[in-house]
């Protein structure tokens, strides 16, 4: 069974730097038949996406955010890391963690989601 789990500081100050990490068990990720991904839920609103990381490292933001956005990923602790310049106090969005899998002969991949932290912009 996949399992994800944000973590982050909770608290960020107005123009700093927001850095989360996704812990993942159940699978590597770094297997080829994964992609990883970072979405935000601002209170009241629809899911935003974020951005995504492959098994090999690749990765793409959201245009809007794309030049704010920085993902990596630690193969030796099996987790991925979004960072986000210069966060804004607008919202306390619920920062989500997802895995996607695709699997030969399936029509649909597999989705696994972390149960999501909250970070609050405030100084």
């Known amino acids: 069974q996949v399992q994800l789990q944000e973590s982050g500081p909770g608290l960020v100050e107005p123009s700093q730097t927001l850095s989360l990490t996704c812990a993942v068990s159940?699978?590597?990720?770094?297997?080829?038949?994964?992609?990883w991904a970072w979405i935000r839920q601002p209170p009241g609103k629809g899911l935003e996406f974020i951005g995504y990381?492959?098994?090999?490292?690749?990765?793409d933001s959201s245009p809007p955010l794309r030049s704010r956005t920085a993902s990596s990923m630690d193969a030796s602790k099996n987790q991925f890391t979004l960072q986000l310049s210069s966060v804004t106090p607008e919202a306390t969005p619920v920062y989500y963690c997802?895995?996607?899998?695709?699997?030969?002969?399936?029509?649909?991949?597999?989705?696994?989601w972390g149960k999501g932290t909250q970070v609050t912009v405030s100084s």
């Open positions: 990381i492959g098994y090999s490292g690749n990765s």
């Open positions: 997802a895995g996607e899998r695709y699997d030969i002969g399936c029509t649909a991949p597999s989705h696994y």
């Open positions: 159940g699978a590597s990720i770094t297997a080829n038949n994964y992609y």
